[in-house]
């Protein structure tokens, strides 16, 4: 682009991705159009005005655009902004990527963690996830009742946190070899909580991308 803005050089890749060639995309270049999908125009025109006002040389952005074919997709795009001797922005080089398939999938991915959250929310058994580093990074509504606890007091802090001297015990003793070995573990196991009250627990380990997931049971009634 120069600095108006005008399609200069358009790669045979930049045709396939948005459908138009060089010379259609500039015939179409009239007040009011732009390929840029209107949700995400505002962001693109500012992100293009700071390369051409010389506040930036290099910036980022990704943004959906709708191709000649009517077909939206999302573009990632690196800028540069190329000046002349007298330091004046005269041209914009891009390098541009289809990434539609990434956004699809990411979008999957987070709709498959809003529904196995949402299962997990709706279980009787207490359901934790525990980093590397032994924090918390999940726990469900039955977790925290079990805990006696709240969610904002256990996400982020380490379980030697929350339990002053749970490196201590035969619970942190078996998660260990869990998270060292990475295997399965069923065992069940008494915990005295920091108030001094307690409780047994089935207790069901399995190694995750995270560190551990651990599904416990309140067994102390029977």
Known sequence: ???KLQLRSWSKKAEEIFGWTLEEFNNLRKPGFTPVYADDYPEAIRK???LLSGKVTRNHMIHRICTKSGKVIW????????KNNEGEVVTIM????DITGKKLAEEKIRENEKRYRTTLESMLEGC???DFNWRYVYVN???VIQNQSTVDALLGKTMMEVNPGFENTQMFKELSNAMINREEKQFESEFVFPNGSSGVFDIHVQPSAEGLFIISNDISER
């Open 1 to 3: 682009l120069d600095n």
């Open 48 to 50: 293009a005005k700071e």
């Open 75 to 82: 573009s990632e795009w690196y800028n540069s902004a190329l």
């Open 94 to 97: 891009s390098l541009v990527n």
């Open 128 to 130: 934790i996830i525990i």
């Open 141 to 143: 509504r039955s977790a």
